[in-house]
């Protein structure tokens, strides 16, 4: 037996995000979003999903700060739709959208739980779509506006901050790749809005120094891991070349003020070109007070001639997957958080989501979701070993607290530690939710 023990410091959490769970996308002055725009069209989202109703956490958010603290997390990270904060995508706000979240933000100070909330997690407001979205520079201005005025709204009450969340998936993912929303399929694109992302994230943390100059303010980039196949330099570096699209590209502009020369050169091998404009670098250099890292899977890469924009595929060996497919690779967790602190040095890190697709259902009152209890204890024994080695780790936030809108897979892929039926929106506890509670409670487990 080896006792897992985390520092008494150590915030817990769990994690949502506005279109994935609220629902009630045409009420109360809700305007549309790119999601309702490309799930509402057929051959997008799996089963032709949606998030008109989703978990209907905009009617049923007290049941699920009930079980946040029936859970015991010190933080909800949650996220702020501003399609209906702000209907029109900059200028006027909508004082029933504002209610939502200011009653959200009461009921949980009331429970004794921190919010943190993400200012932009993939719901961009149509209207702002229809003039060219991240790719025209005026988001860039319209997101400052949003951020702003959310500011001046929760920031007596609020002092955790995300700008934006995963970058890398709301610019390479959606114009790129084609899989999120908007659906496009133009480097071009890709690399305008990661910038443009970059350069809104910048923006906004110069607005919160000037606003709420005691608050912290981050972002957070996903990163997966890839371990080189073998010690061959030309596969060591192919999973390099892989690695920077997700991690250096999303952080190296943030913490060295300059983004990776290999890949610039590769997007223009392709066509693609980065645009910087005077004064970008800076701003979205500017410090911030702790990075968030998305992780959920890993795997081993070698170098294949021609295989996509950086030439490397990933291996399939028999690595145990989940039910969404992504191979379990928890030493992978534990290589990303000692890289990003010798690369980057000590600032501070949050695990803003770390989680696992399992589709079990109730039964007889219960679900049994041992393998996401596995998954937890093994990605929680590889945090440990990063905290051990002296990465500054501040929290832990579960992806997620309900099984939600999948985005791409939608309602087929469950991430919860809190079953949800699509009918009736009742919600279960699965097996994980009580052994996360007891190992909040404890402070440690046991393997
Ligand atoms: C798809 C890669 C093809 C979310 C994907 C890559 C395909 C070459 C989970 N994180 O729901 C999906 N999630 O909202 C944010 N993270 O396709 C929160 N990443 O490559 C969760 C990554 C993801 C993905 C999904």
């Known amino acids: 037996m080896t006792t897992i023990d985390f520092p008494k410091t150590l915030k817990w959490g769990a994690a949502t995000a506005s279109y994935q769970i609220e629902g009630a996308a045409n009420e109360d002055g809700r305007s549309p979003s790119i999601w309702d725009t490309f799930s509402h069209a057929p051959g997008n989202v799996k089963n032709g999903d949606h998030g008109d109703e989703a978990c209907n956490s905009y009617h ?18 949650f996220s702020i739709s501003w399609p209906r904060v702000m209907p029109e995508g900059r200028g006027e706000l909508n004082p029933k959208g504002v209610a939502y979240y200011q009653n959200l933000i009461d009921e949980l100070i009331e429970n004794g739980i921190e919010p943190m909330i993400t200012l932009y997690h993939w719901d961009l407001p149509q209207v702002l779509q229809d003039k060219g979205g991240w790719e025209n520079r005026d988001t860039i201005d319209a997101f400052n506006e949003y951020a702003v005025a959310m500011f001046k709204e929760f920031g007596d009450k609020v002092s955790k901050w995300i700008t934006i969340n995963e970058p890398w998936c709301a610019s390479f993912l959606s114009n790129y790749l084609g899989i999120h929303a908007p659906g496009k399929t133009d480097l071009q694109a890709g690399v305008d809005v990661a910038h443009h992302l970059m350069v809104a994230h910048g923006r906004a943390v110069q607005s919160f120094r000037e606003l709420l100059p005691n608050g912290e303010i981050g972002y957070a980039p996903n990163t997966g891991w890839l371990e080189p196949f073998s010690n061959k330099q030309e596969d060591i570096d192919a999973c390099k070349r892989g690695m920077m699209w997700q991690k250096e590209w999303f952080m190296d502009p943030v913490f060295k003020g300059s983004y990776p020369e290999e890949l610039i050169t590769i997007f223009e091998d392709h066509n693609a070109k980065l645009k910087l404009e005077d004064g970008d670098l800076e701003l ?109 780790i501040k929290g832990y936030i579960v992806w997620s607290l309900l099984d939600n809108f999948e985005w791409a897979f939608g309602y087929e892929k469950r991430f919860g530690i809190i079953h949800v039926n699509y009918r009736t929106f009742e919600r279960t506890p699965k097996d994980s939710y009580y052994w996360y509670r007891q190992t909040i409670t404890n402070g440690w487990f046991e393997i």
């Open 60 to 77: 049923l958010y007290k049941e699920d700060v009930k079980h946040l603290k029936n859970l015991g997390v010190d933080l909800y990270r």
């Open 284 to 392: 979205i250099s500017q410090p911030i007070d702790f990075m968030g890292i998305n992780y959920y899977t890993g795997g081993l890469g070698r170098y294949k001639e021609g295989e996509g924009l950086f030439e490397v595929e990933e291996v399939p060996l028999d690595y145990r997957k989940t039910d969404i497919g992504w191979p379990i690779y928890s030493d992978g967790f534990y290589n990303v958080l000692t890289d990003l602190h010798e690369t980057y040095g000590d600032v501070p890190i949050y695990i803003t989501e770390n989680g696992a697709c399992y589709n079990h259902e109730v039964e007889d009152g219960r679900v049994h979701d041992k393998e996401r209890t596995d998954y937890l204890k093994q990605h929680l024994t590889a945090l440990h070993r990063a905290i051990k080695s002296g990465v500054p």
